[in-house]
């Protein structure tokens, strides 16, 4: 398992923590969110659009790089973190354990996750982004930086700028707001499950051998 993990690009793993470990909210909480979407997203230091289904309380980005391609999918309601490797013909899931604790995002998605992360939003403007009118916001405060975002009404952050870059850190390229495929968030039959230290007694158990229809 180690050796295959080593062969995972860093910037990947990286994504892993960004993606699962920086997601949960406390379970003592209500969590609030966005609605149901799917969208793809240029992420700056990524060489292809990054894809996103959210569902509630479950969230899942696929990403291409070379010949390797990686699914991550946290779902909240469960504590885990599943990491998603298919390679040839090897086809892996990582389980990883899913911090409970709330902590600020780096990349948020919600406009409610920046106000929950002690953000102070202060309305510039409006603005459009791939098509879709948008709010613009200044933000302070949130990880200790400072910037601009643009927001659809429903709260989905469609642009993010922080101070100091010319471009934008991630930008929603196309957004569908649909519910979402249950089977996007589960783990296809076809894969080998390794849970990883710290999970427990967590089950995850794979999906029927179906294909699922993009909700674009």
Do not use: H, N
Request: charged share 20%; net charge positive.
């Amino acid at each position: 398992m180690l050796w295959t993990m080593r062969r995972f690009p860093s910037r990947l793993v990286l994504f892993a923590l960004v993606a699962g470990f920086l997601a949960a909210p406390s379970a003592a909480q209500a969590p609030r969110m966005a609605p149901d979407f799917y969208a793809t997203i240029a992420v700056a230091g990524f060489e292809r659009p990054v894809e996103v289904r959210q569902s509630g309380l479950k969230r899942r980005l696929d990403i291409a790089t070379g010949g390797l391609v990686q699914s991550y999918i946290t779902d909240r309601t469960r504590g885990a973190l599943i990491v998603l490797s298919a390679a040839g013909r090897r086809r892996i899931a990582f389980v990883f354990p899913l911090a409970q604790e709330e902590v600020a995002q780096p990349l948020p998605l919600d406009l409610m996750v920046m106000q929950d992360g002690k953000a102070r939003l202060t309305r510039i403007g409006s603005s459009s982004v791939a098509g879709r009118s948008c709010q613009l916001w200044r933000y302070l405060g949130y990880l200790g930086r400072s910037g601009t975002i643009c927001s659809t009404a429903e709260g989905v952050i469609l642009q993010l700028t922080p101070d100091g870059r010319a471009t934008p850190l991630f930008q929603v390229l196309t957004l569908v707001q649909t519910v979402q495929d249950p089977r996007w968030f589960t783990v296809p039959a076809d894969y080998e499950i390794t849970a990883l230290p710290g999970m427990g007694g967590l089950a995850v158990r794979p999906a029927p051998v179906v294909a699922p229809t993009p909700a674009r």
